[in-house]
């Protein structure tokens, strides 16, 4: 899968059908100041057109990235991850993404700090892995 590829949301198809009961629930967990939802149901279910139809009806920005098997490398993974949080705000993982090249001698764990306090500075951020 091509980067660009990962790092939107999908269009909406015009005869995609509208799930308002669901729509309803994402708005109201986010306009009540959920931190965190969960959409999860079998494969096949429409979890990512529900999301994107979400996002499509909010204006506002927003990172996605769809990960798949390959993702699993954390050089990757965190590439990956800071790529689609500076869509929604260029000014978030500027440190980390200098010191991605020094993630072996580096602990993740000093990368996601990082990332958070970036994250945490521009609050509140909508996510989509």
């Not at 979890?47 to 769809?66: I, Q, V």
């Not at 700090?113 to 951020?125: E, T, W």
Request: glycine residues 6%.
């Amino acid at each position: 899968m091509e980067i660009t590829t990962k790092l939107f949301a999908p269009s909406i198809n015009s005869k995609t059908v509208k799930r308002k009961r669901l729509l309803d629930k994402l708005n109201c967990g986010f306009n009540e100041g959920g931190s965190l939802t969960l959409i999860s149901a079998p494969a096949g279910y429409g979890k990512t057109t529900l999301a994107a139809e979400w996002l499509s009806g909010l204006n506002r920005s927003f990172a996605w990235l769809s990960l798949d098997i390959h993702d699993n490398d954390p050089v990757r993974f965190f590439t990956y991850m800071i790529s689609s949080l500076q869509i929604a705000d260029k000014s978030v993982g500027i440190s980390a993404k200098d010191i991605l090249g020094s993630l072996n001698m580096l602990s993740k764990e000093t990368l996601m700090n990082l990332l958070i306090k970036d994250i945490a500075s521009i609050a509140p951020l909508i996510m989509v892995f």
